[in-house]
């Protein structure tokens, strides 16, 4: 019975140890796909900033006085750049981007988005909207963020 | 690729999307990096330092300066 019942275990603790631990080479897979990850979150990112930017160009750069689709095209720029930005943060929080990346090129964007693009982009439109007469209800809402904030709680504040 | 040299452009602050053959001298030069120790993202940045002439020309990195002076702009109209 023992002689049956050794191979077994021994097989099964073999195939545990080598589902639950990486060798080298998948060490360096994984690293590589978390630094492949950030890479593409960052491209991702810069293409709506791109678009929101050009948005705001258009609105500010108008020879005439811009209207309604204007004001409601730098709103929906806004928002993606931002729905990004969560993106990244998920990514982050669920542990799918590699550490340096995020301490070094991730955290810096976040905490500007944070402290300053965020705040400064609903203000700004309820403002405008306001001076307009455009019916516009969008206001900072902590929970529509709150991948965002976490992230900032966890790497921003504390430090 | 050409996903991979814009993510590269935009990481390393290039002026211009880096061509087939400076990609792979990067990649190969990151994971010589890598095999030292270093880990990816260091490896990455030297690489990218000795290999692309144009290394970190440009910031991408400020993005909320420029969102917040258009927005500025934006409300004077």
């Given at each position: ?33 978390l630094?492949?990850n950030s890479?593409k979150l ?45 993106i990244i943060c998920d990514s982050i929080l669920s542990g799918n981007v590699?550490?340096?990346?995020i301490?070094?090129?991730h ?40 991948s ?12 | ?77």
């Amino acid at each position: 019975m023992l002689e049956f019942i050794i191979p077994v275990i021994t097989f099964i603790l073999g195939f545990l140890v080598s589902r639950f631990t990486m060798t080298k080479k998948e060490r360096k897979d994984h690293l590589a796909r978390l630094q492949e990850n950030s890479n593409k979150l960052t491209a991702d990112l810069d293409e709506k900033f791109q678009g929101f930017t050009t948005a705001l160009n258009k609105y500010v750069q108008k020879k005439d006085k811009p209207n309604l689709d204007d004001f409601f095209d730098i709103a929906t720029k806004g928002d993606s750049y931002f729905s990004q930005c969560k993106i990244i943060c998920d990514s982050i929080l669920s542990g799918n981007v590699d550490k340096t990346a995020i301490k070094n090129t991730h955290i810096p964007v976040i905490k500007d988005v944070v402290e300053k693009t965020l705040p400064t982009f609903y203000n700004t439109l309820q403002e405008i909207a306001q001076k307009k007469n455009i019916e516009y209800q969008g206001t900072l809402k902590k929970e529509n963020y709150k991948s965002i904030y976490g992230v900032y709680d966890k790497y921003v504040s504390q430090s | 690729m050409a996903d991979l040299a814009h993510s590269l452009k935009i990481k390393y602050g290039l002026l211009n999307s880096p061509s087939e053959e400076k990609i792979k001298l990067w990649r190969e030069k990151t994971e010589s990096y890598i095999s030292t120790g270093i880990n990816a993202e260091e490896a990455g940045a030297k690489a990218a330092q000795a290999v692309f002439s144009d290394y970190e020309s440009i910031k991408y990195a400020a993005q909320a300066d420029t969102i917040t002076a258009l927005l500025a702009e934006a409300k004077k109209r």
